[in-house]
């Protein structure tokens, strides 16, 4: 049998950094660049589902299957030595003090509040989980509604179905920055939606907002706020856009703001000296996702809103014994009590310690590019260093860098070490030499504005 998964050669351990990528692991990433037919996943002859031979004995055929998973499991451990671009925080291993929970089928269908009959659910972790965020967010335990949903996407689909049954003939405001889930629940939603335009930084442009609000001033306003943007990181204003939303003379009751804080909700409450966002101000939900910063190995998220809203969409449902108030029928009864344990473990203290360290790790790397020429940026409260492209798709999937247009990123997660950084820069660096020479690199001005753009025109500016 072939081995489709190079045994961890690139965990340097220290080593001289290798220039030489291992093409067999390279081809196990769907291309993010061409988008065409080619890019589609090739299924090698390992992952096929086969039948059991009647001659072969179930001990070889198991044997046979935990190799398999082996050399994944290796795959995935160089995966992640390189993982640079995508907000996934790979520190997991901790997570397998709960490896014995895997026996078990558990389903938290229904609403996390209500009393079912069915008894395989972890409905007090989630409990103990969503009064954990209602304390980070300002909202007292009987004033809040809740559920661990699948993921930041999901979390958004709740906010925003409750700004629109509070407010069903309102239009949803969003940046252009804005991730796209957005986009996607205004078109599963039909409901009309006004792209709001972005500043370098990546913030929503309030003043574009105050002149799509006048537009429309007779319908009400659903605004998607953005606490940190999936590209730059960047952190919408939410004082700015109430008091925008006050200065166009939208009443309390005329508007409803959802905060979509998927990656930065774990860190902007962290930092000292930054406005807030909270429930003491008039926002209706927010959303986060527990996969990103907080590294959960599954997908999943939170979402957070004020009690009272929910009687809006909650039906009862007899035969599940609960009410549904959710996205989602069955539930992941897994995620919610690898969250509890992770935020058990950790802490508000190792929490601020995490964000701590990945802050000063982004801000060193975005050093180095800056002392190298390059051109980069890295927002006040963020940990995603944007920089420009490289025009290499196999530098790119090696280090798994998002791009985007012109502009590629890192996100600094917790996993990230200076180490990492260190053996992304040398080889950055080595590289650039020979993708540029006749050709320049690319402008970034109109992407991350001219004082972070190094390119020949502004560098000297
Ligand atoms: C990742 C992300 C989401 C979606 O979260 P998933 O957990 O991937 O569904 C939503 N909003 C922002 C800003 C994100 O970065």
Redesign the pocket.
């Known amino acids: 049998m072939a081995s489709h998964f190079p045994v961890n050669k690139l965990s340097t351990n220290g080593a001289e950094p290798s220039d030489h990528y291992d093409r067999e692991a390279m081809m196990m990433i769907p291309d993010q660049n061409d988008m065409g037919e080619e890019s589609n996943l090739q299924v090698g002859e390992d992952f096929a589902v086969v039948e059991p031979k009647d001659e072969e004995c179930s001990v070889e055929r198991l044997h046979h299957l935990s190799k398999i998973v082996t050399q994944f499991q290796d795959h995935l451990r160089e995966r992640a030595s390189n993982y640079l671009g995508y ?1 996934g925080n790979q520190n997991c291993s901790h997570y397998l003090a709960l490896s014995t929970l895997l026996q078990f089928n558990i389903n938290n269908a229904g609403d996390p509040f209500k009393k079912s009959d069915h008894g395989l659910h972890s409905k007090k972790f989630e409990v103990g989980v969503l009064d954990w965020f209602a304390r980070l967010w300002g909202i007292d335990k009987d004033e809040y509604w809740g559920y661990v949903t699948n ?4 979390s ?1 689909f709740h906010g925003i179905l409750l700004g629109r049954e509070l407010l069903p003939n309102g239009i949803l405001y969003t940046s252009e920055e ?2 796209y ?1 957005l986009f996607k629940i205004a078109r599963m939603y039909r409901m009309d939606c006004e792209t709001i335009a972005s500043l370098a930084t990546g913030e929503m442009d309030c003043d574009d907002l105050r002149d799509k609000l006048l537009m429309n001033k007779d319908r009400p306003a659903i605004i998607n706020i ?1 606490i ?3 590209f730059k990181g960047a952190v919408d204003d939410l004082d700015l856009v109430v008091q925008t939303l006050t200065d166009c003379g939208f009443s309390d009751n005329q508007f409803y703001i959802h905060c ?1 804080a ?2 930065s909700g774990f860190v902007v409450p962290f930092l000292k000296q930054v406005p807030k966002f909270t429930f003491k101000k008039p926002i209706g939900s927010v959303s986060i ?1 527990g ?2 910063f907080l590294g959960c190995p599954m ?1 999943c ?1 939170v979402l957070i809103t004020r009690r009272r809203y929910i009687n809006l969409i909650s039906r009862s449902i007899e035969y599940i014994a609960s009410f549904d108030t959710t996205i989602a029928g069955s539930r992941n009864g897994h995620s919610p009590i690898f969250m509890w344990y992770v935020l058990n473990i950790k802490g508000w203290k190792g929490l601020k310690q995490d964000v701590e360290k990945c802050r000063k790790n982004a801000r060193y790397l975005r050093h180095r590019l800056k002392k190298e020429g390059i051109s980069s940026m890295l927002n006040e409260m963020s940990i995603t260093v944007v920089f420009e492209r490289p025009p290499d798709n196999e530098f790119v999937r090696h280090w798994q860098l998002q791009c985007l247009g012109n502009m590629a990123h890192v996100l600094v997660m917790p996993h990230v070490t200076v180490e990492m950084l260190e053996r992304f820069l040398y080889d950055l660096i080595r590289k650039r030499k020979t993708w540029y020479g006749k050709v320049h690199p690319p402008c970034l001005a109109e992407d991350v504005g001219i004082c972070n753009c190094a390119c020949a025109v502004h560098a000297c500016i």
């Not at 993921?151 to 999901?154: D, K, S």
């Open positions: 907000p993921g930041g996407t999901e958004n804005s991730h889930s953005t940190g943007t999936t979509d998927a990656i996702s996969h990103k997908p998220g």
